[in-house]
Each structure stands twice: as structure tokens, then as C-alpha cells.
């Protein structure tokens, strides 16, 4: 059948757009997926990576589940950069994730065998009755994921009957110039496969590519199979993109993805051939010839989806026994960044990488605010520690890093608002949502008490200006109302480290009262010490400057637990 310009030029952006729509639905089948599981995706990782073993597994069970090895690999290499995983652990889950993403070849090879027609359009509208639901709304957009990911492979194997490429004498001689017995051809093809995927940041559409090329028979297996090699170097480039910016250690599991894929590439070109064989014969496909058209178009997508299992399915169970070594060579191709000085300003946690979900987004928001209390912990350490310094240049040395602490503070709350008002414009669970008003809480009262560390700082600056001293007395009462403020600063980022189920806002509201109560008693000792001249107004007035802001301080720190604990913020005292 010949065809014009203008029929090949429709099929071609029928291609495009059903490659648009598998992408799509994979996004959305994923992200309603970890919408539905929410944090329980995280606990999964955190719980079942015990061993090498139950990492692998747990890799598995997630990719499977969410569709995405991307996912669940950026999920891997964020937990890592959070210090939530280790490395050893992270490479172990990271195994599974490639023997999880072969489901997603299976379900290729049913939809180029099987009529998904008659299934599609019923998940269609079932999927938009759920979506308006809004009870069920995430398994409506599940639903219609899974149906624009089928509908996709339906357009595509029809644009593939309507290109009918096996009589199409340029496109035959064109893949059959290849010498397919050769091992420069295949490394060729591998590197193609390795470039599309790094460009498309898909396997899932070059891997659709790869099955429709075969199965229409133009395309040999042999360079079908190191097409999908090369898939699998190039998806490590997502985890690899989004690992950019993070610590030594997240940098280092995406490098051990990339390592990984490679050295398995590497020992399958060394016995390619048999291997593919070998894949071959168990599926019952005959890469020689013997067999008619038909046969050959229902058998490759499966020798395909075979291939790709096999492949990660060996690799895995050839270096599962070798993580440790494979930890060691990551661990030595990427060294740890001289630590710079904690004042100069960075997020650590945040990450400008691709890929992310509204539920791991808010996870790396809330690990970034946890960090942001640690350091207004040690700025406030450091007014501590102004109050006893007497030489001068110390003095000012150590006066001008709480100054720049306090920037750092501005700076932090701007930078994760913003980034929780860019997570807030996807679509977002009611409990996402209320997460993102209690993070925003939570960092505006952290700032809060970064002015407050800083107004400290400065009485004591005016001090030492006006040449005053405080007695024994005062000093004494001072440090232990720091005593009690830092005691409070340390349960607030307890309350970071530890899920809210398993903290108490009790052991904070008692240290509150203390602080309260501790502030009364000295503001009416004061009075009557100014009153018995045992010091002058002005050093009883700076005296009283201090403690009233540290009791300012711990109401800022008991806005923040109540914030965190999801409790309405409470009037200060």
C-alpha cells in the first residue's frame, strides 16, 4: 500500500501523541498511586530495608506498585540525602526498583497482543464518576491513568499496522544494512537506546518504540534487545539529575544506579548472543527465522519484557552479594565536599531535581525545616556563650556570626516558602495541604525565634557598650533561664526528629510554665533589688530586656511544637 506525505506525517504525530499520553498516564497512575499510600510509601522503605534482601524486595514492591522506577529511585536517593537510609541500604532498594520496572514491560507486551479497547473506555468512565466522588477521587486518577496508558498502546500498535513497515522496502533495507552478528552494531544501538532515554527521561516510551519497531519485524531482535540495554543506562540519568545539588551520599546512590546498570550491560555484551538466545528459547521464539509474520509479532513484545526481566533479574542476583564493594567504588569516585563553614547559607534537604511528588516534596520540606531548627539551636547556643566572652575581639568575632545566623534565618524562610508554594500549586491530598499551613507555621515561628536569639545578642552588645556588668547574682539567674530555653530548643527539634504520633506537646507546655513562671518571679525580684540599690535601673532594665525575651523565645517554640503537632497556636502568655 503506498501512502503521501501527508498520511506518513499524521501517523508520525499519531506516534508522538500516543508517546505524550503513555508518559502522561504513567505520571498520573504513579502519582495517584503515592497519593493513595501516602506516608506509608516512606515507612515501607524505612521499616523493610533491614537487610540486602528485604531492600531488593522492598524496591520491587514499590516500582511495582507505583509504576516508576524514577519514583521510587528519587524516593531512594532523597531518604539517602535525609540520612534516613543508608547507602548500602539505598542500593539495595535501588536493585529492586530495576526488577520492579520490568512489570511495566509486561503490561507493554499484553497491550501489543491483546484488544485493550473493550477494557479502556469502561476505565474512562468509571475513572471520571470516582474523580467526582472526591472520596475516591485518587483511585479515579489511578484509573484513568492505567486507561490513557493502555489507550496509548492501542493507538500506538494501530499507527504501527497503518505504517506497515514490514512492506516498506526503505525502512527493511535500512535496519537490514545492519550487521546484526556484530558487536559494534550492537554497542551502536545500545548507545542510541541510551541517548533517547536520557533525552525523553522515559524508558517506558522508548521501551513502547522498541516493541512496536519489532514487532511490525522490521527492526531484528537482536537490535531490539540493545535498544532496551541502553534503556537502562538512561533511565539512571533521572536519579543521577535529581542527586545533583544533594550531600556525598545521595550522590553516591545515584552514581551506584548508574554503576550498577553499567556493569551489567558490560557482562551481557560479553555473552550477548548466547544470552539472548537463552531468553529466547524460554519464551519459544526462534531469532533465526522458521516462523510466519504473525507468530514473530505476538512473540517479540514478550521476548522484549523477557529480556528486560532476565537481564535485571540476574544482574541483581549476581551484585547483591557484591553491595559492599559496590559502596566502596561509588564511595571513591565521588569524595565529600570540604565542609564548608555552617554559616554559609544552602539548603540542604530541598533539592531543585525533577521528578518529585507533592508527598516526597513535603517530606524533604519538613527534613529541611528540621535542619533549620538545629541551626537557630546553635545560634542561640552562641548567644550563650557571648554572655561569658570578655575579650573583645572574640566579642565581635562572635557577635558578627549570630548577625549572619540571623540572615541565614530570613534567608531559610523565604527559600522553603517559596518551595512549599510551588509544591502548594500541584494537586494536593486534604492531608498534604494541611501539612504544607502547619509547615508554613512552623517556619515563620522558627524566624521568629532567630529575632529573638538575635535581639539577645544585641542587649548583650549594649552591655559591654555602656560599660555595665551584671552581679553574680543576675549572671546566675541568666544562665538558668537559658538553662530552660535551650531544654525547650532541644524538645522542638525532638519533635522534628520523631513522627507525631510518638511525641507529646506535654514535656513543651511544661517547660513553657517553668519559663513563665521563672520570668515573673525575677521581673518582681528586680523591682525590689532596684528598689534596695543593689544595682542601677539601667542594668535592671537590661537584665529584664533578657529575660523578657527568652520568654518571647519559648512561646515561639511552643507555636512551632503546637504546628507541628497540628494544634491551633495558642495566645502567648
Known sequence: MNMDTSQYLVIFFQILGSLALLIYGMKVMSEALQKMAGSQLRHILGAMTTNRFTGMLTGTFITCAVQSSSATTVMTVSFVNA?????????????????????????MSLGYNVDLTIVVFPAFFLGIMLIYSKKRRYFGDFLFGIAFLFFSLV?????????????????????????????????????????????????????????????????PIYLGIALVMGENIGTTATANLAALGANAQARRAALAHLVFNVFGVIWVLCLFYPFVDFVCSIVG???????????????????????????????????????????????????????????????????????????????????????????????????????????????????????????ISDNMEIEIAKYLDQVSDAHLSDDTKAKIRAMLREISEIESIGDSCFNLARTIKRKGENKEEFTAKQSENIHQMFKLVDEALTQMNYMFAHERHSISLNHTYNIETE???????????????????????????LYMDIIQECEKLGDYVVNVAEARMGVRTSEAV
Open 285 to 407: 521464539y526462534d531469532p533465526d527465522g522458521g516462523m510466519s509474520a504473525a507468530q514473530k509479532a505476538k512473540l517479540l513484545p514478550i521476548v522484549l519484557a523477557m529480556f528486560h526481566t532476565c537481564f535485571n533479574v540476574c544482574n541483581t542476583g549476581v551484585l547483591i552479594w557484591f553491595i559492599p564493594q559496590l559502596e566502596k567504588v561509588v564511595c571513591k569516585l565521588i569524595k565529600p565536599k570540604a565542609d564548608k563553614e555552617d554559616e554559609d547559607f544552602r539548603l540542604r534537604f530541598i533539592q531543585a531535581g525533577i521528578m518529585k511528588t507533592p508527598e516526597l516534596s513535603v517530606f524533604e520540606a519538613q527534613q529541611e525545616i528540621g535542619s533549620f531548627g538545629e541551626r537557630i539551636h546553635r545560634m542561640f547556643s552562641m548567644v550563650r556563650e557571648l554572655l561569658d566572652t570578655q575579650d573583645s575581639k572574640t566579642f565581635d568575632k562572635l557577635y558578627e556570626r549570630i548577625e549572619k545566623y540571623e540572615g
Open 515 to 541: 519559663i513563665n513562671n521563672y520570668r515573673t518571679q525575677l521581673r518582681n525580684q528586680n523591682l525590689d533589688d532596684v528598689d534596695n540599690h543593689l544595682y542601677t535601673y539601667g542594668v535592671g532594665t
Open 155 to 219: 493507538l500506538l500498535s494501530s499507527a504501527g499496522k497503518a505504517l506497515d513497515l514490514e512492506h516498506n522496502p526503505a525502512v527493511i533495507d535500512f535496519f537490514g544494512s545492519f550487521d546484526t552478528k556484530s558487536h559494534f552494531t550492537i554497542v551502536v544501538f545500545l548507545l542510541i537506546g541510551t541517548l533517547i532515554t536520557c533525552i525523553v527521561q522515559s524508558s517506558a516510551a522508548v521501551m513502547a518504540i522498541t516493541i512496536l519497531l519489532c514487532s511490525t519485524g522490521v527492526l
Open 83 to 107: 540520612g534516613l537510609l543508608t547507602l548500602a541500604q539505598a542500593i539495595s532498594v535501588i536493585m529492586g526498583a530495576n526488577i520492579g520496572t520490568t512489570f511495566t514491560a509486561w503490561i
